[in-house]
Nanobody, 115 residues
Framework: QVQLVESGGGLVQAGGSLRLSCASSGIIFSFNAMGWYRQAPGKQRELVAVLGSGGTTNYADSVKGRFTISRDNAKNTVALQMNSLKPDDTGVYYC?????????WGQGTQVTVSS
């Protein structure tokens, strides 16, 4: 059973930065894609960033130019560097891995951006 564990969330002021990390019990490069999603209170979960196995990336329009997703195969981790944070970025951030048609999710980490 693959497990994904997020870390790095917290409270930050607007304009600040946070770096989220997702550790996988499975081999990172065995995933077809890995990504980060977030869910704000009262809203649906939404895609933030995704990294394909070939290295292609895709970002939500709201985070383009501010967030960067990356992978460290040696450490089996996927990171999300978040800069210029805004209060609208507040939410629970979930790591996701897609492998052979099966979605795996972490437990989530809270990110709160104060104005």
């Amino acid at each position: 059973q693959v497990q994904l564990v997020e870390s790095g969330g917290g409270l930050v002021q607007a304009g600040g930065s946070l770096r989220l990390s997702c550790a996988s019990s499975g081999i990172i490069f065995s995933f077809n894609a890995m990504g980060w999603y977030r869910q704000a209170p009262g809203k649906q979960r939404e895609l933030v960033a995704v990294l394909g196995s070939g290295g292609t990336t895709n970002y939500a329009d709201s985070v383009k130019g501010r967030f960067t997703i990356s992978r460290d195969n040696a450490k089996n981790t996927v990171a999300l560097q978040m800069n210029s944070l805004k209060p609208d970025d507040t939410g629970v951030y979930y790591c996701n891995g897609l492998r052979y048609g099966i979605n795996y999710w972490g437990q989530g980490t809270q990110v709160t951006v104060s104005s």
